[in-house]
């Protein structure tokens, strides 16, 4: 039985996709073979990534100036990547701190750059993010990094930072795809693949061409922007089955009717979820109203004696990985693209019986 899981991440994928994936995996394209065992040098692969690329264009309305990359390492690597690319040796980067996430680009970047903290939501402990034009922004920093969900605390910028002629480089790695998005606002966008767009193994980076070509000379190559944009991201073997899935979801994707769609969906899900949490008595969310995540809904019941007794009864109700992170305990329910509201209904249902039974 296909469950509701709202992992995040690895996260749910479409079942379309799936079901697609299942029927073309022993003899894709009529080649007598899947698509895990064909050369990526091959053409049939070769025009697969091409439409990778195209949909991912024209899905996030990626202008021609700005490079598509796909990469390897997940988001994690181009903590490392983003410094080694976009900071000379002895520049300043500033980086906005607004939890988990932010933190672990930070200590990465530290071994690369001078890192100033354009801001700090210690004092809101994480459940807030700083408000519009309150960075303290270093002239003439290399860049302004910042996470716009913070997939563990469910915290989101309901707004794009200004950074006036200082590249803003954004982890999207919660967010890419789920609603319509300006990337000429961006210098940087980077995003692991297994949220929205498809399985782990795979980064997106979407680059200002203006902004590559300068990578220190000890960068190791496939970290390298320049190397990787000349050899269409060929420089090794890709991660070719992800490729494949990342492609299925981006048809999917269109076929639902693209990022605006997908962010009507996503804000009416996420409505309903924070308006089922704040009407009850039994079940809280900390953050800030206005900085509430779309994407990762993390609550809290009245007793958390109950909370293992929550997760097995909802496991058991077809509702799956609700555990919050194991950083911050209670529960967390990932909202991606993916999760149809039908699953948050359901996941609303079950918690009103719960707190009827419990409460
Ligand atoms: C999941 C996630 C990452 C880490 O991605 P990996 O692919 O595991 O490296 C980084 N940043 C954010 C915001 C994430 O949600």
Sequence with gaps: MRVFNF?????????EVLKQAREELED???SGMSVLEVSHRGKAFVALA?????????????????????????ATAQFAGIPLNLA??????????TGSWSKKAITEAKRYCNVHIAADEAASRYNSVPKPGSLELTPGAAYVHYTPNETIGGVEFGYV?????????ADMSSTILSRPLDVTRFGLIYAGAQKNLGPAGL?????????????????????DYQAMAADASMLNTPPTFSWYVAGLVLRWVKSQGGLAAMGARNRAKADALYQAIDGSGFYRNPVEKSCRSWMNVPFTLARPDLDKQFLAEASAAGLTNLAGHRSV?????????????????????????FERRNG
Aim: charged share 15%; with cysteine.
């Design 161 to 169: 930072p200004d950074t006036g002629s200082v590249p803003l480089v």
């Design 28 to 30: 894709w394209q009529g």
């Design 50 to 74: 091409q439409e990778l690329e195209a949909l991912l264009r024209e899905l996030a309305a990626v202008p021609s100036h700005y490079k598509i990359l796909l990469l390897q390492g997940g």
């Design 203 to 223: 980064c997106i980076v979407l680059v200002r061409e203006d902004l590559i070509g300068h990578a220190r000379p000890d960068t190791p190559s496939v970290l």
């Design 329 to 353: 305990g209670g529960m967390r329910a990932s909202l991606y693209n993916a999760m149809p509201l039908a699953g948050v209904r359901a996941l609303i249902d079950f918690m009103q019986e």
């Design 7 to 15: 992992a995040a991440g690895p996260a749910m994928l479409p079942l």
């Design 88 to 97: 000379p040796p002895g520049a300043t980067a500033d980086y906005v701190n």
